[in-house]
């Protein structure tokens, strides 16, 4: 018999036995151990296609603690890898019953086997287990330590959080690093005083580990703590994980956290400056915008900063701001950076139209060829009159020729009961101008359209 023949006759067996569980309760407990005779079968297949089905059915059917105890059974009768395996799909089926073997299988000789019971400890370990899988996070092989912290991130338990932080305070600065991620992926709220103590812990790597762990477990009411971390960051590495942690928060909390940031900023180094800037941006609001436009005037490179974050500011309140830079900045930088803002502030967002008169003073203020080419790659979306006469008045600038000819052209096929002389006005200018085919081609099949 073939492989697919055995296969399909394995399947047809599993699907029978499975709808005679539905008949009458007599015959249950004869068909349900036949059924699981069939799987124990299928899992010592040396098949891989046949183990596989096996496996499937111990994951997802034959259902009871005895048939897990069975399937349990067959653990140490199976070579290395299907060992693996079926440990891995004992974890999946999530029954208790099985923990016993898989404990055993802790003590195995080969890493995979013993990986495979540790990461089947996550859905069926108890708070026993907890120093276990804590000292495989620790000091186990590589494939050892991601397979215990996978198991500490799904144990189960209402105490399991409160294990782990005990477990930090005893552990080696391994054990403790680990911990902090775990606790982060656990969503381990209740931690927080724990992993803000760890900022403040002797070793380098707790340190970092604790900032990478305040940005899934802090929120608006940290923020003045994540700004004095930032502040008082050892080196550019930590600063780095305090500001990461800082624009997680706000981007929860928003303009909540403004205020925080605000007033951290008066005593600030420069770096720390520059950190707290970006955190501005991200809160957005009033009092945020103010604090940066402050810092326009400041150290070269904390104004510079503040030029950045203006320019990609959401709020359109930043306009006036954005114009007054572009027109009279004496910094080539501050001046590109200005009208990219412009253009980011014109162009359709959401369910806001695009803004023709915003793309004009764009337009207009900037002195780049780049930054032309930004405002035409929007112009090309926006169907009206203003937006064709903007991309047609581009033709004077020779190094722009080619995207003012696209922008018309796709302005032109959008625009539905035009002026018909300005389209066609506007068609000749660019077979005038542009020397690309297919926007020239474009050109002249309008222009013969009636």
């Known amino acids: 018999m073939t492989r697919i023949h055995r296969t399909k006759a394995a399947w047809g067996w599993l699907v029978l036995g499975g709808l005679c569980l539905l008949g009458g309760r007599a015959q249950a407990q004869e068909e349900n151990e036949a059924l699981i005779q069939m799987v124990v079968e299928l899992v010592g297949d040396a098949d891989r296609d046949m183990r596989a089905l096996g ?9 009871g ?17 299907g060992q693996a395996a079926l440990l891995e799909a004992l974890g999946d089926r999530a029954d208790a019953a099985a923990r016993p073997v898989v404990l055993d299988m802790l003590k195995g000789e080969q890493e995979a086997v013993r990986a495979a019971a540790l990461r089947a400890l996550g859905p069926l370990g108890t708070m026993e ?10 000091e186990g092989s590589d494939l050892e330590k991601e397979a215990a912290r996978q198991a500490l991130v799904r144990l189960r338990g209402e105490d399991v959080n409160k294990a782990v932080v005990s477990a930090m305070s005893e552990g080696k600065p391994g054990a403790r690093v680990a911990m902090l991620g775990v606790l982060a992926a ?9 992993v803000m103590e760890s900022v403040a812990d002797a070793d380098a790597s707790v340190r970092l580990a604790a900032l990478g762990a305040l940005r899934y477990l802090a929120d608006e009411s940290n923020t003045a703590g994540i700004v004095e971390l930032v502040k008082g960051a050892k080196d ?18 928003r303009e909540a956290c403004a205020e925080a940031i605000v007033a951290g900023l008066g005593d600030a180094n420069v770096p720390s400056q520059v ?32 030029v950045r974050m203006l320019s990609i500011w959401r709020d359109p309140a930043v306009k006036p701001q954005l114009l007054a830079i572009a027109k009279e900045s004496k910094s080539e930088r501050h001046q590109v950076l200005a009208v990219r803002g412009l253009v980011r502030l014109a162009r359709p967002q ?7 008169e915003g793309l004009a003073e764009a337009m207009g203020l900037a002195k780049r060829p780049d930054e032309k080419r930004l405002v035409l790659g929007v112009l090309g979306g926006v169907a009206s009159p203003e937006s064709l006469a903007l991309a047609t008045a581009a033709f004077g600038d020779r190094a722009v020729a080619e995207e003012a000819g ?3 052209v796709m302005i032109a096929e959008k625009m539905e009961g035009g002026d018909k002389d300005d389209l066609r006005a506007a068609m000749q200018k660019v077979l005038r101008y542009a020397k690309n085919g297919d926007v020239r081609a474009r050109a002249e099949k309008l222009l013969a359209s009636p």
């Open 65 to 81: 603690e005895a048939a897990t105890k069975r399937f349990a059974g067959l653990v140490p009768k199976l070579e290395p890898e």
């Open 55 to 63: 496996l499937q059915q111990i994951r997802e059917e034959v259902p």
């Open 275 to 306: 950190a707290l800037l970006h955190a501005l941006a991200r809160t957005g609001g009033p009092k945020a915008l103010e604090a940066v436009v402050a810092r326009l005037e400041d150290d070269e490179a904390v104004g510079d900063e503040a």
């Open 406 to 408: 696209l922008a018309t």
């Open 236 to 253: 550019d590495a930590e600063r780095r994980k305090a500001e990461l942690a800082l624009l997680m928060v706000c981007s929860r909390g």
């Open 350 to 356: 959401g369910e806001k139209p695009a803004d023709p």
């Open 186 to 194: 656990r969503n381990a709220r209740e931690a927080l005083p724990t």
């Open 129 to 138: 287990d907890v120093p276990v899988l804590v000292g495989k996070a620790a």
